[in-house]
């Protein structure tokens, strides 16, 4: 859907864990999301046709998410067009901010305005 809809941003909400760590316990945590893109700087990731890269993980953009820069191309595109975005999760460890949906808002309403 983000290549289809050439989405700019992705806002995640909840805490990520990692499959890989998780134990058969921990099968199911409540309010939690699998890390559906590379977690680390320069990490490569393959999903069907498509490759993911994490370009930059940026901590300074906003105090209370953790942004990482990603670029997205299809495996079989010859033109090698490379879409970006931004993936914007929210810290956890600070909750007590509750005008944080506003900031994201107005960031967004400053920079599609700015692109338009």
Same mark, same amino acid.
């Given at each position: *859907? ?12 909840? !805490?990520?864990?990692?499959? !890989?760590?998780? &134990?058969?316990?921990? &099968? ?12 680390? =700087? ?5 999903? &069907? ?6 370009? !930059? *993980? ?13 670029? *997205?191309?299809?495996?079989?595109? =010859? =033109? &090698?067009?490379?879409?970006?975005? =931004? ?30």
């Amino acid at each position: *859907m983000v290549w289809q809809e050439r989405s700019k941003y992705i806002i995640m909400l909840c !805490k990520a864990v990692d499959m !890989k760590r998780l &134990g058969l316990l921990d &099968g199911v945590l409540p309010n939690t999301c699998v890390y559906y893109w590379p977690r680390y =700087e320069n990490d490569k990731a393959q999903y &069907g046709d498509y490759i993911v890269c994490n370009i !930059k *993980m940026d901590c300074t953009t906003d105090p209370l998410f953790n942004v990482t820069h990603l670029t *997205m191309h299809r495996v079989d595109d =010859e =033109e &090698g067009f490379v879409h970006k975005l =931004e993936h914007w999760q929210y810290d956890w460890n600070n909750f007590t901010d509750f005008y944080w949906p506003l900031r994201i808002l107005r960031r967004y309403c400053i920079l599609y305005s700015f692109y338009q």
